[in-house]
């Protein structure tokens, strides 16, 4: 790639891309108001005294996303919309490879691949030579959980609400190497952080070798005190692996932050960037003691490539990577935590008021971010997700938890009170019925 072109794309606000030409359906309208370098446009606006500022954000929505108008997207969880620019990125760049193939991918990928590093270090705080680009965070994970030297007789401690592929993965071992597998119960509305540490502490036994922690877990949104757990655990000689598959551009932090031995992360949710792109943080000293899933004698043992053998890797969805980094560092981590705390409080608040509905989230901002879950009591969560589309036009999930169903909300940035009030008045229209 013209390296000229590229630095246009990634450091000037994605000024040279035809930002209206991806599915709007009002772009004439909004063509005479919204100038293609957005970026430029917005920067510098956003501060936390904005988060409840429902013009602001409606107009932000208009300029940065394109969103179906048949439904109400609460959802969010499973991934997150890819703000237009970084849309239009991501087009440009499958052309752009699609049409040059395997030159551009032989000769000039390596060079701007280089880049699309740079930009994970600056905005995670970690090494380039602590990270490794994986197709999502299962992946990720599974890496490190295959990788990491259990033997027989070693226990991993977990809890019930860890998501299920990490557990599975550790109960092939258990099976495969015998190792000792431990769930403790978190509480879902804990008294505190110290709580939480206690319980990770009081199941350490002397068997102990690895704690697996998820930072947000993806059935309620409660956040968890890893950074607590992971100075806990390391003053016993136990280490820790983190779940940050919905923490990571979600809560306000840099890898290096948690204090983890290592962490798997997703870029298609939070991040907003295109499917097929996650992340795995090894902190330097722990890269040599992990052995690779994938078949590489080639690289050297304290190289954390030697993880990463994948073969060829959706390269339009990698090169996207800084343009969705731009758009994080444009609203700010802080901001937007700010912002999605406030819109999950604003529903929840009120639905914990309502009759027969219960929330199981906690509502301190430490506690929980943009995800919330509730039950409405006698009326399963199957039938409460079909009924909010059918009857009402909003998108929700059904999330088990290890005693009981729930109905998962999760708002996003493009999300207004508006949409949470239709929700408000869904989940009343439910309760009431």
């Not at 722990?286 to 993880?307: C, E, H, R, V, Y």
Request: proline share 4%; with cysteine.
């Amino acid at each position: 790639m013209n390296r000229r072109k590229l630095f246009k794309i990634l450091g000037a606000g994605v000024g040279s891309l035809p930002l209206m030409a991806y599915g709007r359906n009002y772009d004439r309208e909004l063509s005479a108001k919204c100038p293609n370098d957005l970026f430029e446009q917005w920067e510098g606006k956003f501060s936390e005294t904005i988060v409840n500022d429902e013009a602001f954000w409606q107009r932000f929505a208009v300029d940065f996303y394109d969103i179906s108008p048949d439904f109400i997207n609460l959802e969010n969880g499973y991934f997150g919309v890819q703000p237009i620019p970084v849309n239009a990125a991501y087009h440009q760049f499958v052309d752009k490879v699609n049409r040059e193939s395997s030159r551009y991918m032989r000769m000039e990928y390596w060079n701007d691949w280089q880049m699309v590093m740079d930009s994970l270090a600056g905005f995670t705080g970690a090494s380039k030579d602590e990270l490794l680009v994986t197709r999502n965070a299962t992946e990720a994970l599974n890496i490190l959980i295959n990788g990491f030297p259990l033997k027989a007789g070693d226990e991993v401690i977990l809890q019930h609400h860890d998501y299920h592929s990490m557990i599975e993965a550790f109960q092939m071992l258990e099976k495969r190497k015998g190792i000792k597998l431990k769930f403790i119960d978190v509480p879902l509305l804990p008294k505190s952080d110290d709580e939480v540490e206690k319980l990770y502490e009081s199941a350490i036994s002397p068997v102990t070798t690895l704690i697996l922690v998820t930072h947000l877990t993806h059935l309620t949104g409660q956040v968890l005190p890893v950074k607590k757990i992971c100075e806990m655990a390391r003053n016993k000689g136990v280490e820790v692996m983190v779940d940050a598959a919905h923490s990571f551009a979600h809560l306000d932090y840099k890898l290096a932050d948690l204090g983890a031995d290592m962490v798997g992360v997703n870029l298609h949710k939070w991040y907003a960037n295109p499917l097929g792109a996650g992340l795995l943080y090894v902190k330097k000293e722990k890269i040599n003691k992990l052995s690779p899933m994938f078949g590489d004698f080639t690289q050297a043992a304290d190289s954390i490539s030697k993880l990463g053998h994948f073969g060829t890797l959706a390269s339009p969805a990698l090169l996207t990577i800084p343009v969705a980094g731009k758009f994080n560092n444009l609203v700010t981590i802080k901001v937007k935590q700010a912002r999605l705390h406030y819109l999950k409080a604003y529903w929840a608040s009120k639905a914990a008021d309502m009759k027969r509905v219960e929330v199981h989230t906690p509502m301190d901002p430490g506690q929980s971010g943009a995800i919330a879950a509730f039950s409405i009591a006698g009326i399963s969560a199957d039938d409460t997700v079909k009924r909010l589309l059918d009857e009402y036009g909003v998108f929700t999930v059904k999330r088990k938890l290890k005693d009981r169903e729930v109905v998962r909300v999760t708002p996003n940035l493009y999300n207004s009170v508006a949409d949470l009030d239709r929700l408000l008045e869904s989940i009343e229209g439910l309760s009431r019925g």
